[in-house]
C-alpha cells in the first residue's frame, strides 16, 4: 500500500508540474463555479416569472365579475409550472417542456412555451449547467490529464525499470489510477458544495441528493478506470490520447445525439395534430350534447328525467342544462385521460429503451440518475400534466355544477341578467399547488441507472486487476 501511495503521490507532483495540467483544471474549475452560478441566477429568474404570471392569473381569475358559470368555463385559468431548486443543477427535460397550461372546458390543451422554442437551436445542444460539465466536459479534462499515466512510462521505458526494481504491475497500475480518482474527486468537488446547498434549498432531505452524487461518483471512476486501461495497453501517449478522444466522442456526443432518433424512430408517437383529429372523431361518434335527437343524449335525458320522477326538463329540481355540461365534460375528460395515458406509455416505453442503452452508454444512465434526482425526468413532467388536467377538471365540474344548482332551467334559457351568479363562487375556489413526486418514488426510478452505473465500475475494475496482473508479463 505504501509504493501505491508513493507511485499516485510521484504522479500528482507530475501533473503538478505540468502547467498546461494544471491551467486547464483551473480553467475547469472556473466553467463549472460559472456553470453553477448562471444556473442559479436563471432558475431564480425563471422562478421569479412564474410566480409573478401565476399570481397575476390567479388574480385576474378571481377578480372575474358576475358571470353565466358556463362562460367562466370558456374564460379558463392559466397554471404555470413550479420549478424545483434542484433544477438549476440538472434541467433534464424541462427546456423542451412547456411551461404553462391553458386550462377550459371540452379540451385538454398541451404545455407552451418551451425554452427551445423561444431561444435558439443551440440549446438543444446543450446548456451549461453544472450537470453538463460533469457529464460531458469532466471527462474529457480526465483523458488530457490521464492519457499518459501508463502509455508515457512504457514509451519512455521508466514502467521496466520500475518493474525491474520491485515494484509490481498491480501496485504500478492502482497507483496510477489512485491519483487519476484522486483528481476526479477535485473535479467533482464543486458540485459536491453546490448540490448540498441545493439540497438544503429544496427541503428534499439528503437522499436524492446522495443518490445523485453517488451517480457522478460511479461515472467518473468508470471513466478514471477506463482512462489507465487504455493507457495500460497502448504502447505510445498519443495512441491512447486518440483512442480516448475517440471514446469520448462516441459515449459522451455520437450515443447521446443519435439513441433517442432511433428510438424514436422505432417507437414513433402521434403529433398533435393526429391525435387531436382523432379525439375529434371520437368525440363526435360519442354523442353531440347539443343535438336533441342524438341517441346517447336522449337516452341521458331520460335517465335523467326518470331518476327525479318527472316528465318534462322544466319540472327538475335543478337546471338541466348543468346537469348536460357535468355529463358532457365527463365523458370528454375520460376520453382526454385515455389518449395521455397511452401517449405517456409510449414515451415510458421510449425511456426504457434508452435505459437498455444506458447499458452500453454510461453517460445515458447517469443522466438517468440526474434527471431523477433533480425532479426533472419524464415522470415529473407528466405529474404536472396529470395534475393540471386533474385541477382543470374539478375548476370546471365545479362551474358546472354551480350552473346546474345555482340557475333554475327557465332563467338560464334566456339572456337576462338572472342568469349570472356571484362571482365569489370562483374567487373562494383554490389555488392549483403542484405537489412533486415523493423521494420514495423517484429514489426508486433511479435505481436501475444507478446499478447500470454500478456494473460497469465492477466490471472496470475487475479488468483493472486483471491487467494490472499481467502487466509485468507482457513487459518482459
Not at 378 to 389: M, P, R
Amino acid at each position: 500500500m505504501s509504493r501505491v501511495l508513493t507511485i499516485a503521490l510521484n504522479e500528482g507532483r507530475a501533473l503538478l508540474r505540468n502547467r498546461t495540467a494544471v491551467i486547464s483544471a483551473a480553467l475547469f474549475l472556473l466553467l463549472s463555479l460559472m456553470a453553477i452560478l448562471n444556473a442559479w441566477d436563471q432558475f431564480r429568474y425563471a422562478q421569479g416569472l412564474r410566480q409573478t404570471y401565476q399570481s397575476e392569473a390567479n388574480q385576474t381569475f378571481d377578480a372575474q365579475p358576475d358571470r353565466h358559470p358556463h362562460r367562466m368555463v370558456h374564460y379558463g385559468h392559466f397554471v404555470f409550472r413550479p420549478l424545483n431548486p434542484m433544477a438549476a443543477f440538472d434541467p433534464g427535460v424541462d427546456a423542451f417542456t412547456g411551461q404553462m397550461l391553458y386550462l377550459e372546458g371540452h379540451r385538454q390543451n398541451s404545455a407552451n412555451f418551451s425554452d427551445t422554442r423561444q431561444n435558439t437551436s443551440l440549446v438543444r445542444f446543450g446548456q451549461l449547467t453544472p450537470a453538463f460539465c460533469l457529464q460531458v466536459l469532466a471527462p474529457l479534462l480526465l483523458i488530457f490529464l490521464g492519457f499518459g499515466v501508463i502509455a508515457r512510462e512504457r514509451e519512455n521505458g521508466t514502467l521496466v525499470l520500475c518493474l525491474t526494481q520491485g515494484v509490481t504491475g498491480p501496485q504500478m497500475f492502482w497507483g496510477k489510477a489512485l491519483c487519476l480518482a484522486v483528481v476526479a474527486g477535485l473535479i467533482l468537488l464543486p458540485a459536491l458544495v453546490s448540490l448540498g446547498w441545493l439540497a438544503t434549498q429544496a427541503m428534499l432531505g439528503w437522499g436524492l441528493t446522495l443518490a445523485m452524487l453517488t451517480g457522478y461518483v460511479l461515472y467518473l471512476l468508470i471513466w478514471t478506470m477506463g482512462i489507465v486501461l487504455v493507457s495500460r495497453f497502448a504502447r505510445r501517449g498519443r495512441e491512447a490520447l486518440l483512442g480516448l478522444i475517440a471514446l469520448w466522442a462516441f459515449f459522451c456526443v455520437f450515443v447521446p445525439r443519435i439513441a433517442p432518433d432511433l428510438i424514436a424512430h422505432a417507437r414513433p408517437l402521434l403529433t398533435q395534430m393526429e391525435t387531436d383529429i382523432r379525439i375529434h372523431k371520437e368525440l363526435k361518434a360519442m354523442g353531440d350534447s347539443h343535438n336533441p335527437d342524438d341517441p346517447y343524449f336522449n337516452a341521458f335525458r331520460q335517465k335523467v328525467l326518470k331518476s327525479y320522477g318527472v316528465s318534462r326538463i322544466e319540472d327538475l329540481p335543478v337546471n338541466y342544462k348543468g346537469l348536460l355540461a357535468l355529463e358532457g365534460e365527463r365523458m370528454t375528460s375520460a376520453l382526454f385521460k385515455a389518449y395521455a395515458d397511452r401517449n405517456f406509455g409510449q414515451q415510458h416505453a421510449q425511456t426504457r429503451l434508452m435505459d437498455g442503452v444506458g447499458l452500453l452508454a454510461p453517460v445515458l444512465a447517469v443522466q438517468r440518475v440526474s434527471m431523477s434526482a433533480a425532479g426533472t425526468d419524464l415522470s415529473a413532467y407528466q405529474a404536472f400534466l396529470e395534475q393540471g388536467e386533474a385541477y382543470r377538471f374539478g375548476l370546471v365540474q365545479h362551474l358546472n355544477q354551480l350552473q346546474a344548482t345555482a340557475l333554475t332551467y327557465a332563467n338560464d334559457t334566456n339572456k337576462a341578467r338572472e342568469n349570472r351568479i356571484s362571482h365569489d363562487h370562483w374567487t373562494d375556489y383554490p389555488d392549483f399547488v403542484f405537489r412533486p413526486l415523493a423521494m420514495a418514488e423517484r429514489l426508486e426510478r433511479l435505481s436501475p441507472a444507478l446499478g447500470v452505473l454500478a456494473l460497469w465500475c465492477g466490471v472496470l475494475l475487475g479488468l483493472g486487476q486483471w491487467s494490472a496482473l499481467r502487466l509485468e508479463r507482457l513487459m518482459k
